[in-house]
């Protein structure tokens, strides 16, 4: 190139295709960036030569240069960049729909859980169910809170985001409602996992049969504990009659029932509403003892005492 002329763009072009690197780097000019067509910045970003990719680094000085321009994501040897692409809302969606048969199974998940898919393009895409916890998308952390997004996710047939529309703490009555009757086991049980509004009677049935050890944090959903639970007290399953334990309207004569009860005796010795001089009784048999010591319906001065007999030194107030 003779000094002092200036390089038509297309001769710009055309030297940063050039077979040589060495005239491929040279080419890497701000000129040639400015009016380079998307192509040609495509091929610049996707080339292997050291030289280039020095010539990229220097035309951005202490920054990571640009980002590449989408069809050089979605077309990169790298499955993670690829699988970026397929779920960034700047990538066009025709665009982004070339990774529908890619080779990666988390590609062509990410691809699927892209919010701008119709429903025949979502279910085209062979996409895999991971097991266990999943990568909640983008666009439902930011919006999924939003009625109207909360709506349209739910309605979706795309399992993994209907379980992670059910992940909002707040969602309108209709959509609990529908997700609460979900086919999918793990959308139900996230729902009364993460939602405040979750029924209780969907709250029972999780808490009956959830797996994992999530299900005993359950009971403490504002909307597990009703009146009514004591029906539980001699069903077959030991979490639903710890479940009996719950009910607010229960008195002592459900707690006894259950104090001899090889799954939840534990619990019902120190349920407060245990009859005291049951109570105290309990506090003399081995193996009861050390439950019954905290039920917290003891009287201070039994606590002292039991603490005497420890030989625990109590300390009192000045």
Request: glycine share 8%; charged share 25%; net charge neutral.
């Given at each position: 190139?003779?000094?002092?002329?200036?390089?038509?763009?297309?001769?710009?072009?055309?030297?940063?295709?050039?077979?040589?690197?060495?005239?491929?780097?040279?080419?890497?000019?701000?000129?040639?960036?400015?009016?380079?067509?998307?192509?040609?910045?495509?091929?610049?970003?996707?080339?292997?030569?050291?030289?280039?990719?020095?010539?990229?680094?220097?035309?951005?000085?202490?920054?990571?240069?640009?980002?590449?321009?989408?069809?050089?994501?979605?077309?990169?040897?790298?499955?993670?960049?690829?699988?970026?692409?397929?779920?960034?809302?700047?990538?066009?969606?025709?665009?982004?729909?070339?990774?529908?048969?890619?080779?990666?199974?988390?590609?062509?998940?990410?691809?699927?859980?892209?919010?701008?898919?119709?429903?025949?393009?979502?279910?085209?895409?062979?996409?895999?169910?991971?097991?266990?916890?999943?990568?909640?998308?983008?666009?439902?952390?930011?919006?999924?809170?939003?009625?109207?997004?909360?709506?349209?996710?739910?309605?979706?047939?795309?399992?993994?985001?209907?379980?992670?529309?059910?992940?909002?703490?707040?969602?309108?009555?209709?959509?609990?409602?529908?997700?609460?009757?979900?086919?999918?086991?793990?959308?139900?049980?996230?729902?009364?996992?993460?939602?405040?509004?979750?029924?209780?009677?969907?709250?029972?049935?999780?808490?009956?049969?959830?797996?994992?050890?999530?299900?005993?944090?359950?009971?403490?959903?504002?909307?597990?504990?009703?009146?009514?639970?004591?029906?539980?007290?001699?069903?077959?399953?030991?979490?639903?009659?710890?479940?009996?334990?719950?009910?607010?309207?229960?008195?002592?004569?459900?707690?006894?029932?259950?104090?001899?009860?090889?799954?939840?005796?534990?619990?019902?010795?120190?349920?407060?509403?245990?009859?005291?001089?049951?109570?105290?009784?309990?506090?003399?048999?081995?193996?009861?003892?050390?439950?019954?010591?905290?039920?917290?319906?003891l009287a201070p001065a039994m606590m002292h005492r039991l603490l005497d007999l420890a030989g625990v030194a109590t300390v009192t107030g000045s």
């Amino acid at each position: 190139m003779t000094q002092g002329k200036v390089v038509p763009p297309a001769v710009r072009e055309r030297l940063a295709g050039d077979d040589d690197a060495a005239v491929r780097a040279a080419a890497v000019t701000d000129q040639l960036w400015a009016g380079a067509a998307p192509a040609v910045r495509e091929s610049l970003f996707a080339d292997p030569a050291p030289e280039v990719r020095c010539a990229l680094a220097a035309l951005f000085p202490g920054e990571p240069g640009p980002r590449p321009a989408p069809g050089a994501r979605v077309r990169d040897a790298d499955p993670a960049v690829r699988g970026e692409a397929a779920q960034d809302p700047e990538v066009p969606t025709g665009l982004a729909l070339e990774l529908a048969g890619d080779g990666d199974d988390t590609v062509r998940l990410c691809l699927s859980l892209r919010e701008d898919l119709t429903e025949e393009q979502r279910a085209a895409i062979a996409h895999v169910v991971p097991h266990g916890y999943h990568q909640v998308p983008r666009w439902i952390v930011e919006r999924g809170h939003g009625p109207d997004v909360a709506r349209r996710a739910a309605a979706l047939g795309h399992v993994l985001l209907r379980r992670s529309i059910a992940l909002q703490r707040h969602l309108p009555a209709d959509v609990v409602e529908r997700r609460a009757a979900d086919e999918d086991f793990f959308v139900r049980l996230t729902l009364c996992q993460s939602c405040r509004k979750a029924p209780h009677d969907l709250l029972g049935e999780m808490y009956a049969h959830g797996h994992g050890l999530k299900w005993s944090f359950l009971r403490v959903h504002p909307n597990f504990a009703r009146p009514g639970l004591a029906r539980f007290a001699g069903h077959p399953h030991g979490r639903l009659r710890r479940a009996a334990l719950d009910d607010p309207e229960a008195g002592g004569d459900l707690v006894l029932r259950l104090v001899d009860d090889w799954d939840v005796g534990a619990f019902a010795l120190r349920d407060a509403r245990l009859p005291t001089a049951e109570l105290h009784r309990r506090l003399n048999i081995p193996g009861c003892a050390q439950y019954a010591a905290g039920n917290p319906a003891l009287a201070p001065a039994m606590m002292h005492r039991l603490l005497d007999l420890a030989g625990v030194a109590t300390v009192t107030g000045s």
